[in-house]
């Protein structure tokens, strides 16, 4: 069972309202949604908007009880071990603007590079700026990621902790990306 401390938001959660949202985010469906969201590296928040929308409508469009679902959504994922990753997250939906992304604890923020001639050279660093590059091509900015499931399904990486003690040690890890799907 999820332990709230409402604090700021002490009358809205005393309200029907704010009892309503708080049992609707603690059932287990909907802490899946929130997990599945963070391990995507995406808005926890973007995980219950559809069903957060058909149940509550236009009660939850209002600012004040945004904030509240925001700060209810990180207390529940703080105690299923998740950890605030970047508040102010732009968010491209109906009811939010920007939201917060969480991480596990362990995970660490890799960034990717394309290699400006050949899309399928990618090197992974600890760092988006002054990355330490391979210097015989040019690179541009691909993605950033925390999570093992993409680092394994994006860039086949099978070992996370292999990736971070190359990085560490060397600067950067080179990959080459093959395709997925052949042409027929």
């Given at each position: 069972m999820f332990a709230y401390s409402p604090e700021k938001f002490a009358s809205l959660y005393a309200s029907a309202l704010g009892q309503r949202i708080w049992a609707f985010l603690t059932l287990?469906?909907?802490?899946?949604?929130?997990?599945?969201?963070s391990e995507l590296s995406k808005?926890?928040?973007?995980?219950?908007?559809?069903?957060?929308?058909?149940?509550?409508?236009?009660?939850?469009?209002?600012?004040?009880?945004?904030?509240?679902v925001g700060h209810m959504v990180?207390?529940?994922?703080?105690?299923?071990?998740?950890?605030?990753?970047?508040?102010?997250v732009k968010v491209q939906s109906v009811p939010f603007s920007k939201a917060a992304r969480y991480r596990r604890p362990d995970w660490i923020t890799f960034h990717a590079f394309r290699n400006t001639s050949d899309p399928r050279d990618v090197v992974i660093t600890d760092r988006?700026?002054?990355?330490?590059?391979?210097?015989?091509?040019?690179?541009?900015?691909?993605?950033?990621?925390?999570?093992?499931?993409?680092?394994?399904?994006?860039?086949?990486v099978r070992d996370i902790r292999q990736l971070r003690q190359h990085v560490l040690s060397h600067g950067y890890q080179r990959l080459r990306i093959e395709r997925m799907l052949r042409r027929a």
């Open positions: 287990p469906e909907n802490v899946a949604r929130l997990e599945t969201a808005p926890a928040v973007e995980g219950i908007e559809e069903q957060l929308l058909d149940e509550f409508r236009e009660d939850v469009l209002v600012d004040r009880v945004k904030q509240m990180r207390q529940i994922l703080e105690q299923r071990d998740w950890v605030l990753d970047q508040s102010d988006r700026q002054k990355a330490p590059l391979p210097t015989d091509v040019r690179w541009t900015y691909y993605a950033t990621f925390a999570s093992p499931l993409k680092a394994a399904v994006a860039f086949g």
